[in-house]
Nanobody, 122 residues
Framework: QVQLVESGGGLVQAGGSLRLSCAASGSILVISDMGWYRQAPGNQRELVAGITSGGSTNYADSVKGRFTISRDNYKNTVYLQMNSLKPEDTAVYYC????????????????WGQGTQVTVSS
């Protein structure tokens, strides 16, 4: 059993900052790629930022220069620092991780957090 638990969402004014955290727990053997996605009402879920186990990162063009993804492999946690927030960043943000468990060695599966709401007011 694996759980991803997000925290750090909330309401912020445009230009402000928020930091999201996502901690993975359970019978984890290996965590490969981790990432943050978001979904606004009426829109499809989109990748915001991703990070490999080695620390390589990629970002959606809309957040480059404003958001920073990082991870702590000892804590099985991924972070998203969001600066210079805009109203169009308003969405539910989801954490994602590719994980191999002790029970299913050799199989890597995608896990999702429950989502955390980020609302940016103008």
């Amino acid at each position: 059993q694996v759980q991803l638990v997000e925290s750090g969402g909330g309401l912020v004014q445009a230009g402000g900052s928020l930091r999201l955290s996502c901690a993975a727990s359970g019978s984890i053997l290996v965590i490969s790629d981790m990432g943050w996605y978001r979904q606004a009402p009426g829109n499809q879920r989109e990748l915001v930022a991703g990070i490999t186990s080695g620390g390589s990162t990629n970002y959606a063009d809309s957040v480059k220069g404003r958001f920073t993804i990082s991870r702590d492999n000892y804590k099985n946690t991924v972070y998203l620092q969001m600066n210079s927030l805009k109203p169009e960043d308003t969405a539910v943000y989801y954490c994602n991780a590719a994980i191999t468990t002790w029970q299913a060695r050799g199989v890597m599966s995608d896990y999702w957090g429950q989502g955390t709401q980020v609302t940016v007011s103008s």
